[in-house]
Nanobody, 123 residues
Framework: QVQLVESGGGLVQAGGSLRLSCAAS????????AGWFRQAPGKGREFVGA????????YYVDSVKGRFTMSRDNARNTVYLQMNSLRHEDTAIYYC????????????????WGQGTQVTVSS
């Protein structure tokens, strides 16, 4: 079993930056790809980015490419999402997820989910 806890959300002005962290428990976390998803009010859960188990490969949705960067520290069982040049439309609850062997963009590919952290970008 893997448990995930996100942190680092908050209120930021447009153009600002935040770094989200996802701390995992469980020895197998380092063997899974991890992903970040987000859900805005009244919308479905949207894929943001994913990182391979080794951290060598990443993949992002087009709307965040060049602005968001994922990384991971398997020694600390932590995955990060650095968000720069934030826009009002990035406002959402951000969820960390883990589970697939390889990078995946589909919600159903992930077995483990955190509770989410709110990111609010004021325009």
């Amino acid at each position: 079993q893997v448990q995930l806890v996100e942190s680092g959300g908050g209120l930021v002005q447009a153009g600002g930056s935040l770094r989200l962290s996802c701390a995992a428990s469980g020895r197998t976390f380092s063997t899974y790809a991890a992903g970040w998803f987000r859900q805005a009010p009244g919308k479905g859960r949207e894929f943001v980015g994913a990182i391979s188990w080794s951290g060598e490969s990443t993949y992002y949705v087009d709307s965040v490419k060049g602005r968001f960067t994922m990384s991971r520290d398997n020694a600390r069982n932590t995955v990060y999402l650095q968000m720069n040049s934030l826009r009002h439309e990035d406002t959402a609850i951000y969820y960390c997820a883990a589970g697939p062997t390889f990078i995946a963009t589909n919600v159903r590919s992930y077995d483990y989910w955190g509770q989410g952290t709110q990111v609010t970008v004021s325009s």
